[in-house]
């Protein structure tokens, strides 16, 4: 297997661009990863990387190398993953990534019987609210909740989620309640938006009469973290766009009230994205079918005897 293991390596550091990054995503230090390369380079006679103190970039030879090589892995994860399915057995690693606030809420919880279910899959869940690229990362599954775009990936669409306005009482006695988008914006009301590194519009895209718009927003706080936003409105802070599973259990107590109603956010989908041959492995469909299952009766539980106003 030394030999195959040379090849992740490589394959890895070609998608990610980074020894280190490499190391870690195939748990190792950056010592193993260069001596993996160096013994590959070695094997080939060739070498497969320009490195410098700042930068490494394959050579051609590293280019046609890759292609190759990704082939080669790709094969055998297909036999490997076509006896797993025969023996009924599946083991290895799962990599798994989800906006923080579904992670946290619906996927972690379940993880652990996931495990239990299936002792020899071991799983590794990264939470975060950022965009990533399921293929660059390696991903086998990764959650969406958006708007998706057209896409290369498979998609499995779990759930419609409806998204909603909403703010503490406080603020809206402070501050008033905005009817709709225009409201929002000819009174500088205090959004609170997320927002990543790199992001260039402080914008919502709002239903409105003659169809979807965007309202430019102000605001004085702004986060990468789904769960600190709806943290600031319970305080009276501001208004906060939110699907309206993240924030039930809020509206059905009066914490937050529904805002500018009458143009309310698109409706979002929170969708399991994966790459076509990574869909041939059992494991990822066991994970898949499973977490989708126990996603759907959680939110259905979440939202049970809530009652949203209907746009005016």
């Not at 906006?99 to 799983?123: E, S, T």
């Not at 905005?178 to 790199?198: I, K, M, Q, W």
Request: charged share 25%; hydrophobic share 45%; glycine share 6%.
């Amino acid at each position: 297997m030394s030999y195959v293991n040379n090849l992740r390596m490589f394959v890895r550091v070609h998608e990610l661009g980074s020894m280190s990054a490499a190391a870690r995503d195939q748990r190792c230090s950056p010592a193993v990863a260069s001596a993996r390369i160096s013994e590959l380079e070695k094997h080939l006679g060739v070498r497969l990387f320009n490195r410098t103190t700042r930068s490494l970039q394959p050579t051609e030879n590293g280019r046609i190398f890759y292609d190759g090589a990704r082939k080669v892995l790709d094969a055998i994860d297909e036999a490997e993953a076509a006896v797993m399915d025969v023996t009924q057995n599946p083991r290895g690693s799962l990599f798994i990534a989800a906006p923080l606030g579904i992670g946290r809420r619906f996927i972690a919880p379940h993880v652990p019987a996931f495990k239990d279910l299936y002792p020899q899959i071991d799983l590794r869940l990264r939470l975060s609210d950022r965009s990533i690229d399921v293929t660059a990362e390696g991903l086998d599954v990764a959650f969406h909740l958006g708007i998706l775009e057209d896409s290369t990936l498979k998609v499995r669409l779990i759930a419609d989620c409806t998204r909603l306005l909403c703010a503490a009482p406080a603020y809206i006695a402070r501050r008033g309640n905005p009817a709709d988008g225009a409201a929002l914006v000819s009174d500088r009301h205090d959004c609170l938006n997320l927002r990543f590194p790199g992001a260039k519009e402080f914008q919502w895209t709002l239903q409105t009469p003659e169809g979807p718009r965007r309202f430019e927003i102000t605001g004085p706080f702004e986060t990468d973290d789904g769960d600190v936003l709806t943290g600031w409105a319970l305080d009276g802070r501001g208004i906060v766009l939110k699907p309206v599973f993240e924030v039930a259990e809020h509206l059905k107590s009066g914490a937050l009230v529904p805002v500018a109603t009458a143009t309310p956010p698109l409706p979002a989908q929170l969708s399991a994205l994966s790459q076509h041959r990574r869909l041939k492995d059992p494991k990822v469909r066991l994970f898949t079918d499973f977490i989708t299952a126990r996603i759907r009766a959680d939110m259905a539980a979440r939202m049970a005897g809530l009652i949203l106003p209907e746009p005016a």
